[in-house]
């Protein structure tokens, strides 16, 4: 009987450590094509496979950002979306603009200390109090956790969808 209960606790943790490696491999793959192969956030504003020149830049028809107010740091300035903390629902970003939707997906990699190279990103985020760059780091998906790869594929479909 004994012999019984420990081939079927076994078993039953085999089946969860393959499932939690599919898993896991499919939020690295999932990923990947997100960030491009260079693995740098910035990818979406400069390496995406349908380059955003490749559309004309107006957004005359985009909404503009609800003027619900930004959740804050410790240090009481704003961010765009508390992706550290939350689960960002695909509602919450339905009226964001290209821009703001780029600005929150690199967020995520911000608040881990990306240096950005992509002049854009790097002068926005430069002006946030919150921002603490490392010089030349490169923030990679091992550096984020679960909740932040969540929220950042969201806000990724989202910007698939707006341009």
């Known amino acids: ?12 943790l085999t089946i969860l450590i393959i499932c939690a490696s599919v898993w896991l491999g499919m939020s690295i793959v999932k990923y990947s094509e997100i960030v491009g192969e260079k693995n740098e956030p ?13 559309k004309p830049q107006t957004y005359t028809n985009t909404p503009v950002p609800t003027k619900t107010p930004a959740p804050t740091n410790a240090n009481n300035s704003a961010y765009i979306l508390p992706s550290d903390s939350r689960e960002i629902s695909k509602s919450e970003i339905m ?3 290209y ?3 780029n ?9 881990h200390g990306h240096d950005f190279k992509n002049k854009e990103l790097k002068v926005y985020f430069e002006k946030q109090s919150w921002y603490k760059p490392v010089s030349g780091k490169t923030v990679g998906i091992s550096d984020l956790s679960e909740l932040e790869i969540k929220n950042m594929n969201t806000i990724k479909a989202r910007i698939d969808e707006v341009k």
Do not use: G, H, Q
């Not at 009987?1 to 039953?12: D, E, P, R, S």
């Not at 910035?42 to 490749?54: A, D, Q």
């Open 95 to 97: 009226n964001f603009d």
């Open 42 to 54: 910035s990818s979406i504003t400069t390496e995406s496979p349908k380059s955003v020149t490749e």
């Open 1 to 12: 009987m004994k012999n019984y209960l420990f081939i079927a606790v076994v078993t039953i």
């Open 99 to 101: 821009d703001t939707l």
């Open 103 to 111: 600005r929150a997906y690199n967020e995520i990699f911000a608040r």
